[in-house]
């Protein structure tokens, strides 16, 4: 009887240090940017991994025009699937026209920089006074806003999770295929006005017993809750994707909100 209440207590003891692992969202003070960051750029979590939990990401606002446009820096450790190939650690240079409690306005696309980072533990690598100029410039920095320019999102602070049962993660399997993946990571990018859908992630596979990933970013055409094609992105570059995401986008109908 003792054993059995042992094993009880050890079990729930799991279960709550497990659940406490478990990101449960963004609760900062820069909401509004969060959003913004994790529905414009590939490869990220949403979150930071550290060593014991699931961390918030870093935001730093490093700048504000008279417009109310703000400029920051986003970071997270790395992406989910450093573990395998491509360890994709980056840091987020973004710029938001203007932020309500409901929403947040940005260029869909020209509202960011990507920045390389060699350490997974200390974003040595800075943005430069140039980066920072060149964004701007794509961002109106100081001009009169027109609202009419940006996409328009609602703040959350949790990235929509894609379940293991998903149709969509099911469909993409049947893109790779039974080669023995040894993981299929999917995210939720962001949505257009149609309801369709970018998602992206890596395949995980094990050829001749050595692992290697394929990571891609796909346009799932949605009628209703019905699936009517997936069209895959693959870089060719993982950190300097923009412009060939941008035409990627554009051949495959994508209507920004």
């Known amino acids: 009887m003792k054993k059995r209440i042992l094993v009880f207590i050890l079990s729930a003891v799991i279960l709550v240090l ?16 969060y959003t913004a960051a994790t529905n414009s750029i590939l490869w990220n979590n949403g979150h930071s991994f550290g060593s ?8 730093k606002v490093i700048e504000q025009d008279r417009y109310g446009r703000t400029l920051f820096t986003y970071y ?9 190939g491509e360890i994709l650690t980056f840091s987020a240079l973004l710029i938001t026209q203007h932020s309500s409690e409901e929403y947040v306005y940005y260029y869909e696309d020209y509202n960011y920089l990507i920045l390389r980072q060699e350490d997974i533990y200390i974003p040595s690598n800075k943005f430069t ?18 609202l009419d320019l940006c996409v328009k999102k609602a703040v959350i602070n949790k990235k929509p999770e894609i379940s293991e049962d998903s149709p969509i993660k ?19 990018l962001t949505d257009d006005e149609n309801g369709n859908t970018i998602v992206y992630g890596f395949n995980e596979k094990i050829i001749d017993g050595k692992v290697s ?18 069209e895959f992105f693959e870089p060719s570059d993982l950190y300097d994707y923009r412009d060939e995401f941008i035409e990627f986008k554009k051949q495959n109908g994508w209507v920004s909100q």
């Open 213 to 230: 990933s394929d990571y891609f970013a796909a346009i799932v055409q949605l009628d209703g809750e019905n699936i009517r094609g997936i």
């Open 52 to 59: 014991d939990k699931e961390m918030d990401p870093k935001i």
């Open 129 to 146: 006074e140039d980066d920072i100029e060149y964004l701007k410039e794509l961002n109106d920095w100081d001009k009169a806003l027109d």
């Open 18 to 33: 497990c659940n406490g692992c478990k990101y449960k969202g963004y609760f900062g003070e820069h909401v509004d940017l």
């Open 76 to 84: 997270e450790k790395y992406y989910f699937g450093c573990n395998s």
């Open 170 to 188: 099911q469909k993409i399997k049947e893109k790779f295929g039974t080669q023995l993946p040894a993981r299929l990571i999917l995210d939720h």
